[in-house]
T-cell receptor, first 112, second 111 residues
């Protein structure tokens, strides 16, 4: 099993640009989560999906953030336009029947 | 709402020392409890878990016991190694599949 796969590993962009982060969950997992990690705020849940449907997006900071899951094997988190305060590590995680999350290696985002 | 409180770090220990990282939680019911570990540059990995009161989770020499009466889930290891240096996160999952994390505790083990 390849685990949760995220891309890119690192993203450096300029303020105002659109950023798209990608995630492939573990095959057979029907929950997918997007987290953001910063020194100041720790790990924050942004949004999660069940069977490709967004269930709770209350953690999405503002309208500049959007997430989609067009099928069971792919999800995106988009920031448009990006701002320096969006700089963080973004993690994707998935789970199956057991209450255990499997995390990807994260995307380190730097917005200049 | 539900929350998790961990002892602040960093915790610095010598190799073979005893480790305790305190964790307490607030919840309306009886959540499942977890310890995750994050090594530099990597994502979080599940270290151990407990799903009901008095359960003891264990893995790689680490242990934690679900204490309902004190709402605690302290992480312990009898003899730490340099390779245990990482950030440790306590977490709970109650309703809605949300995993709520503590702030994390940095552990540094010196040889």
């Amino acid at each position: 099993d390849a685990g949760v796969i995220q891309s890119p590993r690192h993203e450096v962009t300029e303020m105002g640009q659109e950023v798209t982060l990608r995630c492939k969950p573990i095959s057979g997992h029907d929950y997918l989560f997007w987290y953001r990690q910063t020194m100041m705020r720790g790990l924050e849940l942004l949004i999660y999906f069940n069977n490709n449907v967004p269930i709770d997006d209350s953690g999405m900071p503002e309208d500049r953030f959007s997430a989609k899951m067009p099928n069971a094997s792919f999800s995106t988190l988009k920031i448009q336009p990006s701002e320096p305060r969006d700089s963080a590590v973004y993690f994707c995680a998935s789970r199956g029947r057991q209450p255990q999350l499997f995390f990807g290696s994260g995307t380190q985002l730097s917005v200049l | 709402g539900n929350s998790v409180t961990q002892m602040e770090g960093p915790v610095t220990l010598s190799e073979e020392a005893f480790l305790t990282i305190n964790c307490t939680y607030t919840a309306t019911g009886y959540p499942s409890l977890f310890w995750y570990v994050q090594y530099p540059g990597e994502g979080l990995q599940l270290l151990l878990k407990a799903t009901k009161a008095d359960d003891k989770g264990s893995n790689k020499g680490f242990e934690a016991t679900y204490r309902k009466e004190t709402t605690s889930f302290h992480l312990e290891k009898g003899s730490v190694q340099v390779s245990d240096s990482a950030v440790y996160f306590c977490a709970q999952m109650e309703y809605g599949n949300k995993l709520v994390f503590g702030a994390g505790t940095i552990l540094r083990v010196k040889s």
